[in-house]
């Protein structure tokens, strides 16, 4: 029995789904293909609704 | 993104691929293959030393390749971890070539050409697929020539224009005038480089090349070795600073873009490609139109759609917001056609279903909201994680567990699930976590979902 979790891609669900379960204080890893995390988003200008900066 | 990386409980394993897969929920075994990166993570400080003396010019892909970076590099300034990476593919010591000025520069002593690909296993209790999606490649439709016509981009290209830290600082500077802009100056950097070279021959002579040239040409200096040699460097400059001073006097008239097309459904509600609408693409050309009228505000941008699809909290108010106030408007029906017109500017062919015409409208630009796509390693990783695809190639869930794979103990949300914007991405990730969580606390409850 393991108690930690796998998590594959670091764009925004990936990153979200990370915290959530390491606030829990569950250990996660999280694999992530390309050099650095933050995916798609992370290419985003601003993001609507808000307009606020993406991340 | 920052949380992410210093969070103690997350261990981050970038620049890696899931090999293997085996064991069942509450036990999975699992493989991971850490690419090496030729640099040692533990010892870069992510400086940048080495990407400014690195001098091999690659496209930048984080810019969706409108701009340039190096062979060794950070996948973009931000980035987490900011550790660098050579590419493989590009390094000239990698492909048998004498470099290495990047070690020579590291004062960290990171850069290792040795470093091997790791092979690691982890044992976990459970797994959640976020791999997201890819932007569909509207070369596909032949109707858009969106690889021939340079003023044709896609919405994330328009994006990394739109972006103060992207390849034109936020200024929508066009791609057919970002090529000319290139294009001179290299010629200017030949010109100045044949000008060196005639000016020795015109401090030797103490004549100016022009002058000289009427005389060579009118046959005086016949059999002059010398002489020869000055007349076909002078006639070589002469074919590039005439080329040069048309295209600059070109680029004189050139502005940013502020006539602007946006192309809806481009891959999506298409028979022919993706059915499904992707959900997110009505919203994102709103607000790309919003901010390029923001930058610029004689920017006037149309929609072109079969409906606007604002079905999110607060998404219609925004619609409308766009309309009132930054010079948007809608128009409807499928664009047939976009065509190269004059001075590099789009030619929209369009029914105005209004009006039940066909017109053909110029735009300085045209962004085309390309459809969700899977991502093209989807199969592969579906197969090596042993769960199962729609038919679209997306992870197959129940309306009623839309973050339950078919194999217990593997969950999935975000763009990886159906297309999705980010609230819903945000949304799915928590629950996904939830059913994860579910699993390693308890472990009886692992195989049966309680359905409402
Ligand atoms: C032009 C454009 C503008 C948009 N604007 C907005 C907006 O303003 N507001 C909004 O709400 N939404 C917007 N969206 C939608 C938004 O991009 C998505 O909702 C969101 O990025 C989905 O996040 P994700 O984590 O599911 O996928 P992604 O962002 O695609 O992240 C997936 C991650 O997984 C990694 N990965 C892929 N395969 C593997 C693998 N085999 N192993 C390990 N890692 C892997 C990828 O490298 C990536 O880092 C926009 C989309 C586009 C195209
Ligand atoms: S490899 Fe060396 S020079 Fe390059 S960013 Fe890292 S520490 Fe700086
Ligand atoms: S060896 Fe040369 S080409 Fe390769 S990353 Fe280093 S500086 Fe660039």
Request: hydrophobic share 35%.
């Amino acid at each position: 029995m393991s108690k930690d979790v796998l998590v594959i891609g670091g764009g925004i669900a990936g990153m979200q789904a990370s915290l959530d379960l390491a606030d829990m204080g569950i250990k996660v890893y999280l694999v992530e293909k390309l050099p650095s995390i933050g995916g798609k988003m992370a290419q985003l200008d601003k993001t609507f609704p808000t307009n606020d900066c993406a991340i | 993104m920052l949380d992410v990386g210093r969070h103690p409980n997350i261990e981050l394993l970038a620049y890696s691929e899931v090999e293997g897969l085996k064991g069942t929920a509450g036990e999975f075994t699992i493989t991971v293959r850490k690419k090496t990166r030729y640099v040692e993570e533990d010892k870069c400080t992510g400086c940048g030393a080495c990407a400014e003396k690195c001098p091999t010019v690659v496209p930048d892909a984080f810019n969706e390749g409108l701009g340039e970076r190096k062979a060794i590099y950070s996948y973009f300034a931000q980035g987490i971890p900011s550790t660098h990476t050579i590419d493989a593919d590009h390094c000239r010591q990698l492909n048998g070539k004498k470099c290495g000025i990047c070690a020579k520069t590291c004062q960290a002593d990171a850069i290792n050409f040795d470093k091997k690909d790791q092979v690691i296993e982890l044992d976990v209790g459970a797994v959640i697929i976020a791999a997201g999606y890819d932007v569909f490649d509207p070369s596909q439709i032949p109707e858009y020539h969106y690889t021939e016509i340079p003023n044709v981009v896609t919405a994330i290209e328009f994006e990394r224009l739109l972006s103060a830290s992207g390849p034109t600082e936020g200024h929508l500077d066009r791609p057919s005038d970002r090529a000319v802009l290139k294009e001179i100056a290299s010629l200017e950097k030949q010109a100045k480089k044949s000008q060196k070279t005639l000016a020795r021959f015109e401090e030797k002579y103490n004549e100016s090349s022009a002058s000289f040239y009427d005389k060579f040409q009118g046959g005086q200096y016949e059999g002059d070795e010398d002489r020869q040699k000055w007349a076909d460097k002078y006639a070589a400059h002469l074919a590039i600073v005439e080329p040069l001073e048309s295209l600059q006097k070109k680029a004189e008239g050139f502005t940013v873009a502020r006539r602007l097309a946006f192309i809806q459904c481009v891959g999506s509600r298409d028979f022919r490609f993706y059915p499904f609408c992707s959900g997110y693409c009505c919203m994102h050309s709103i607000k790309e139109a919003i901010i390029a009228h923001e930058h610029e505000p004689e920017t006037a941008s149309v929609i072109f759609g079969m409906d606007i699809r604002a079905v999110g909290k607060g998404f219609e108010e925004y619609k409308i917001r766009g309309g009132n106030d930054s010079n948007v408007s809608y128009v409807r029906g499928r664009v047939a056609e976009i065509s190269a017109g004059p001075d590099d500017n789009p030619v929209v062919t369009f029914e105005d279903t209004r009006e039940r015409k066909v017109k053909n409208q110029a735009f300085d630009l045209v962004v085309l909201a390309t459809a969700c796509a899977p991502i093209k390693g989807m199969a592969a990783l579906a197969e090596t994680l042993g769960v199962a695809l729609d038919p679209y190639g997306f992870i197959k869930t129940s309306p009623l567990s839309p973050v339950d794979t078919e194999t217990p103990g593997i969950f999935v949300c975000g763009c990886a699930e159906s297309p999705m914007d980010v609230p819903e991405s945000v949304a799915q990730a928590s629950s996904a976590a939830e059913r994860a969580a579910e699993v390693v606390f308890q472990p009886e409850m692992k195989e049966e979902k309680a359905v409402a």
